[in-house]
């Protein structure tokens, strides 16, 4: 297959040779003419980006089928220019031992339309109390390497301290949902003025920023890998930023819709105020949270973008905000909003977006065949994107089972032409193959 005038990160036009799920050549653009019987795919200028990775995707499956499956749940990101998620933990049953997690590696086999690697819960059943069964999940099929309680918190400090060493013996990560419970009971949306305004219970900043210092601090003191999930406010990239000036392996993601929506859209929004389509854990946060989000993302600070895609089914969305689940999909839109927050204002270039959304989380997950430069000898892992465009987001369009997105009406730039997971299309001319 030859995959013909397409820019490497934004660079000059180039045509990649494909050849046993590998990339075999880069050539200038029409220096080589296709040979009989090669498939042609016309790439006509869009921008080449390694297959994103995604740390922090909820599929559902098993236990709700009814708002994502494997399936659907690997057809939108493919969509999105994805060829591998981790799947959260937070199924029913919980993915705590290594039955289960081998039980959702399968079905990636079998339907997924992009690689999928569970994560493996921390604690049994996710609450908190007992060490889930972490080296059977390493050592299984599914070959565990991200442990998460995500959507709750590992709370308790001696039991992230034997999580964080646990997983040192197979060079595993804990990444945690940095949330202290005690300090957000009942909380609703973020603690500022707008929830003042609006009588909502508060979600302080601090509940994110106390368990982030204190993990930063135990990983460092064990001497393990700690990955903090959906950071979200200016006061969290501080404790990183200084975690990181120590010299401590720790390392930290932040969703598209942090990097771009903020908190008074809860008061004041194009779909009315009180939309609970914006009520997300960790809620949206200030401009200046925002401001310091994207920052920290361009200087590294922040390693990765996760998209936290979170389906959920209309009636548990489409109901008064105190009872409306929590959580946004992001799969189909990361990229575009990612452009508009980061590429449109100059922060990242092509080469910056590749690195966050697919090399670093290739490597913090320790996925060898995933997030590898585009050049020969590497795996055909590959996204076409044009930046070109500006399209309004229609949710009907979605692959994802479910249409729980804040981007409904809005317009973003740019569109997943094509994606190849090993030199096989996914998509192609912005349909699922
Ligand atoms: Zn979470």
Redesign the pocket.
């Known amino acids: 297959m030859i995959i013909r005038n397409v820019r490497i990160l934004g660079g000059e036009p180039v045509d990649i040779r494909v050849e046993n799920g590998l990339i075999a050549a880069v050539t200038p653009a029409g220096a080589q003419p296709p040979a009989a019987g090669d498939q042609v795919v016309e790439g006509q200028g869009a921008v080449a980006l390694p297959g994103l990775v995604d740390l922090h995707t909820h599929l559902r499956e098993p236990g709700r089928e009814d708002a994502e499956t494997v399936q659907t749940g690997t057809q939108s990101a493919a969509r999105g220019g994805y060829t591998a998620v981790h799947a959260m933990a937070n199924t029913s049953p919980v993915a705590d031992t290594a039955g289960v997690v081998e039980q959702v590696w399968r079905l990636g086999h079998e339907f997924g339309h992009c690689d999928v690697h569970p994560v493996g819960a921390v604690t049994v059943g996710l609450e908190g109390r007992q060490l889930a069964e972490l080296g059977a999940m390493a050592d299984s099929a599914a070959r565990v390497r991200v442990f998460s309680d995500?959507?709750k918190c590992v709370d308790d400090a001696v039991l992230m301290r034997r999580a964080l060493e646990y997983v040192k013996a197979f060079d595993g990560v804990v990444a945690q949902?940095a949330q202290e419970p005690r300090l957000t009971g009942g909380a609703q949306m973020n603690e500022g003025q707008v929830s003042g305004r609006l009588g909502l219970t508060g979600w302080p900043a601090v509940a994110e920023e106390a368990i982030i210092a204190r993990d930063c601090l135990l990983a460092a003191h064990v001497g393990s890998r700690l990955h903090v999930?959906?950071v979200s406010t200016a006061g969290s990239v501080e404790i990183l930023r200084w975690a990181k000036s120590k010299g401590w392996d720790v390392t930290a993601e932040v969703t598209p819709h942090h990097l771009l929506l903020t908190d008074d859209l809860v008061e004041e929004s194009p779909v009315g105020a009180y939309n609970p389509i914006y009520k997300v854990?960790p809620p949206l946060r200030t401009r200046a949270d925002v401001e310091a989000l994207r920052e920290a993302l361009a200087d590294g600070t922040i390693d990765v973008v996760a998209t936290?895609h979170a389906p959920h089914p209309v009636e548990d969305k489409e109901t008064e905000w105190s009872a409306a689940a929590m959580g946004m999909v992001g799969l189909e839109t990361a990229l575009s909003v990612v452009q508009e927050a980061m590429v449109e204002t100059g922060l990242l270039d092509w080469a910056g977006v590749a690195d966050r959304m697919s090399a670093a989380p290739a490597r913090i997950g320790r996925l060898s065949g995933q997030g590898q430069p585009l050049q020969v000898g590497s795996p055909a892992n590959i996204v076409l994107y044009d930046p070109s465009v500006r399209t309004e987001v229609d949710p009907s369009a979605f692959a994802s089972k479910s249409r729980n997105t804040p981007y409904e009406g809005m317009t973003l730039p740019g569109r997943v032409v094509a994606t190849f997971l090993r030199g096989k299309p996914t998509v192609l001319e912005g349909k699922l193959v």
């Open positions: 995500d959507g949902h999930c959906h854990n936290d």
